[in-house]
């Protein structure tokens, strides 16, 4: 039972940043005295508008380790590529320990086809259209971190252009 997933939908509105939590667990310590309870929460900060991070904190008490969460997600934030559909420039994969996570670009109103964590973190960063497929690991916070992986990989077209040293009309023609 200590080992049940609280998957939450606990928003909060902070300044335009929003945090939802995405798992609470409960973890123990033993020390001399017996064992130490306390808590590890996985969170998602992201304003909807290209910024998002994963956070983890741990406290004693659930506030306490949301807090931690908070900043430590804050730390974190990515800058995600987002096009005028609101989706993502090109597929990617993503890449944390065992989780793999394959991004997919998808047509306008099709909405976010994902799973788990890989969706709190895909619809606070801003993406409404896209794809997502999770392998590997079941881990909730490898694959948090494998999207984060995968967005930061992300380039625009213009950025593709630059580094390949050509015009950017040149990246639209066949």
Known sequence: MANRKKQGKSKEKDNGWEERVVQVKRVTKVVKGGKKLSFRVILVVGNEQGQVGVGVGKASDVIGAVKKGVTDAKKHLVTVPLTKSNSIPHPINGISGAAQVILRPSAPGSGVI??????????????QNILAK???????????????????QLRTFSEAAKDRGVPIENLYSK
Request: hydrophobic share 40%; net charge positive; glycine share 16%.
């Open 114 to 127: 994902a799973g788990g964590s890989v969706r709190t973190v895909l619809e606070l960063s801003g993406v």
């Open 134 to 152: 999770q392998l590997g690991s079941n881990n909730t916070l490898n694959n948090a971190r494998a999207v984060l992986n995968g967005l930061t």
